[in-house]
C-alpha cells in the first residue's frame, strides 16, 4: 500500500488545499510600485473590477499621526491586511505590509511567513536599499523570489542592464522570462519568453481596466509593432540572446533563491501583467513544512499549528486589544478550535478570527496551510508564538532583526520610571521597539533600537495613551548594532575598543553598537563576521 493510501480523507484535503495556495510578499524599495502592482494582481487575479481604491488609500497612510488616527478608526484592516485571491482555482495570499515609505521589522517579519517573495525593481533605479534588505531575508530563510521589473514605460536601464544589475547588487542569477518589446516611450508590450508569444498591449486610461492585448508568433508581433527597424532587430537579437535561459534555468537554484525569473513591465499601464500573473501562480511555491525547534519539518497534514508573525495592538483604546496574525504551517484550522499556546499551555478558542481584504472583515470558517488568520490576541500571544490544536509542536522561526536607528529615552515625570520599564518591555514583546541598557549609562535613560525610524513615533505615541507616560526622546549617533556569539573572548575584544559598546537588551542578551561603518568593519576583522549577528532567534 502506497503511503497516500494510508492517509485519511481529511490529511489528502489538507495536502490538496495547501497544493492551491501560493502566500506571498512583496519586497521593493519605497515607489518602484508596490502598490500599483498589488493592486493590478486584484485586478488580473479578478478580486477587484476597477483599479484605483488602494492607491487612493495609500494617499492618506504617510505621516505616522495620520497612519495611526486611521488605525484607530478602522481597526487593523489599514495597516495589516492579508489580501487575498483566487484565479484559475489558485488561492493567493498576498501578506500585505503597511504602505508607509518607513520600513520597520513588521516588513522583515512578514517574509518569515511567506512562501515565496515577489521582488518589485524599478526600471531606473535597479535593485535599492531596502530591497537589499529584505534580499537578506529571504536569503536566510532560502525563498524562492520572482523579479518583476517596473515602469518600463518610462526610461531607465535597458534589460539586459537590469540584468547585470539584479546579479550583481544580490550575488544571484537572474533568468529573463519575459522580455519588453521596446522601453521607455516605445515601450508596446512583453515577449513571453516561455510559452514564446508576443503580446502587444494598448495603455488603457490610468490602467483601470485590463490592457487591450493581440497575441502574435514573435515575428508577426514585431511585423505588427511600431519600433524602428533598428528597434526591431535590437529586439531580435535580444531575444535569440535571452530566449532559452528559461529552460536551463536550476530549478533548486530558484527554489533556494539563488536565482530568480525575472519579468518585466509596467503595471501603472497594465503591461506584461497578464503574463506574469500566468506564470506567477506555476512559479511560487506553495506551502512547504516549516522546520519544528528541533529543525525537524512538520508535515503539512499533521494537526492544526501555526506560529504568530504579526500583532497589531490597541485598535480600541477602550480595550487593551490587540490582533495576531497567524501563518498555518500545518493542519485544517476552522472555526471554534481549541488550541494550545506553546509556552504556557494556555487554551484558547479560536472563535473570533477573521480574514482581510481591503477594509472587510470577513470571518474565516476554514483555512489551511498558508493561509493567515487572526484573532484578538486573549493576552499570551507574542511574535513568534506556535499555537497548536491537538499535535503539539514548537517552532523557532521568528528572528530578532538588529536595528538601525536609535534614541536615548527617559521619563518627563522622574516618578514613572516602573511604567517606562513596564511599557517600554510589552512594546518590546509586540516587536515595536527594541530596548537596551544605555552602555555606561546612568539614571533612568534606556537606549531604544528600531529597524525603521517611524517606529520612534510609535513609541511615543502609545507610550503616552497607554501607559499615560511622557518620554524624552534624544539622538544618539549609533550606527549599527550586532548581537553577539556567547564566546567570552568575542566580549572582551570588542569591550577594549574604543568605538564599540557593549550592552545587553532586556532579556540579558549581549549586543555590541558600533560608531561607525568603519568600527564595524574593524570589530569584523578582529572577531570575524560569523561571530556578529544580524539576526537572533526569538
Ligand atoms: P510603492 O507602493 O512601491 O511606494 O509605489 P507606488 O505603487 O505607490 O508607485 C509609486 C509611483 O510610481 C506612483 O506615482 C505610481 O503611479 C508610479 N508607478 C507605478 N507603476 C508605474 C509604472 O509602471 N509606470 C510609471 N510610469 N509609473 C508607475 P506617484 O506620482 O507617486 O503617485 P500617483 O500620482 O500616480 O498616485
Not at 487575498?84 to 517574509?111: A, Q, V, W, Y
Request: aromatic residues 8%; glycine residues 6%.
Amino acid at each position: 500500500m502506497s503511503k497516500t493510501d494510508t492517509k485519511t480523507k481529511q490529511q489528502q484535503e489538507i495536502i490538496e488545499e495547501a497544493k492551491r495556495r501560493r502566500t506571498f510578499a512583496i519586497i521593493s524599495h519605497p515607489d518602484a510600485g508596490k502598490t500599483t502592482l498589488t493592486e493590478k494582481l486584484l485586478l488580473y487575479g479578478g478580486a477587484i473590477h476597477e483599479a484605483g481604491s488602494i492607491r487612493q488609500r495609500k494617499a492618506n497612510r504617510y505621516a505616522a499621526s495620520d497612519w495611526m488616527a486611521i488605525e484607530k478608526d478602522r481597526g487593523i484592516s489599514v495597516t495589516s491586511s492579508v489580501l487575498r485571491f483566487e484565479k484559475d482555482d489558485i488561492k493567493f495570499n498576498l501578506l500585505d505590509t503597511p504602505g508607509h515609505k518607513d520600513f520597520s521589522e513588521d516588513t522583515l517579519r512578514t517574509l518569515v511567513a511567506a512562501d515565496t517573495a515577489l521582488m518589485v525593481i524599478d526600471v531606473a533605479k535597479g535593485v535599492e536599499e531596502q530591497t537589499e534588505k529584505l534580499f537578506e531575508v529571504c536569503k536566510m530563510r532560502e525563498i524562492p523570489i520572482i523579479t518583476f521589473v517596473n515602469k518600463c514605460d518610462r526610461p531607465g536601464l535597458e534589460p539586459l542592464e537590469v540584468i547585470s544589475n539584479i546579479e550583481n547588487q544580490l550575488g544571484i542569477e537572474a533568468v529573463p522570462a519575459s522580455w519588453p518589446l521596446g522601453y521607455g516611450r516605445d515601450f508596446q508590450g512583453i515577449y513571453d519568453l516561455i510559452g514564446k508569444e508576443l503580446h502587444l498591449q494598448k495603455k488603457e486610461e490610468h490602467g483601470a481596466k485590463k490592457a487591450e492585448t493581440e497575441v502574435y508568433d514573435l515575428e508577426e508581433g514585431i511585423e505588427a509593432s511600431h519600433l524602428s527597424d533598428y528597434d526591431k532587430e535590437k529586439f531580435r537579437e535580444e531575444v535569440l540572446l535571452t530566449e532559452d535561459m528559461m529552460d536551463m534555468m536550476d530549478e533548486e537554484a530558484f527554489l533556494n533563491g539563488k536565482a530568480t525569473p525575472v519579468f518585466f513591465g509596467s503595471a501603472l499601464n497594465n503591461f506584461g501583467l497578464d503574463v506574469f500573473l500566468e506564470y506567477f501562480s506555476e512559479l511560487a511555491n506553495p506551502p512547504q513544512p516549516y522546520a519544528d525547534e528541533n529543525q525537524e519539518d512538520r508535515d503539512l497534514d499533521r494537526g492544526f499549528s501555526g506560529f504568530v508573525f504579526k500583532m497589531q495592538a490597541n485598535m480600541n483604546p477602550d480595550h487593551r486589544d490587540c490582533a495576531a496574525f497567524i501563518r498555518i504551517t500545518s493542519g485544517k484550522f476552522e472555526r471554534n478550535i481549541e488550541v494550545t499556546e506553546s509556552n504556557t499551555g494556555q487554551k484558547v478558542k479560536m472563535s473570533t478570527p477573521h480574514t482581510l481584504m481591503g477594509d472587510e472583515r470577513n470571518i474565516l470558517e476554514e483555512a489551511y496551510p498558508g493561509d493567515v488568520v487572526s484573532l484578538f490576541n486573549p493576552g499570551s500571544f507574542r511574535i513568534g508564538t506556535t499555537i497548536y490544536s491537538d499535535d503539539p509542536v514548537k517552532f523557532d522561526v521568528i528572528p530578532l532583526f538588529t536595528p538601525e536607528h536609535f534614541m536615548k529615552c527617559s521619563t518627563k515625570d522622574p516618578f514613572k520610571r516602573k511604567q517606562l520599564r513596564e511599557g517600554l518591555k510589552q512594546l518590546a514583546e509586540e516587536g515595536v521597539v527594541h530596548v537596551f541598557e544605555v552602555p555606561n549609562g546612568v539614571g533612568n535613560e534606556l537606549l531604544l533600537g528600531t529597524v525603521g525610524a517611524l517606529q520612534f513615533d510609535v513609541v511615543e505615541h502609545r507610550m503616552k495613551t497607554e501607559y499615560n507616560t511622557e518620554l524624552h526622546m534624544n539622538s544618539v549617533s549609533y550606527h549599527a548594532a550586532r548581537w553577539l556569539s556567547d564566546d567570552p573572548d568575542v566580549m572582551d575584544k570588542l569591550k577594549s575598543s574604543y568605538s564599540t559598546h557593549v550592552t545587553k537588551d532586556m532579556e540579558g542578551h549581549p549586543i555590541v553598537l558600533f560608531d561607525s561603518g568603519y568600527a564595524l568593519n574593524q570589530a569584523e576583522d578582529k572577531v570575524g563576521a560569523e561571530n556578529l549577528f544580524k539576526f537572533k532567534q526569538s
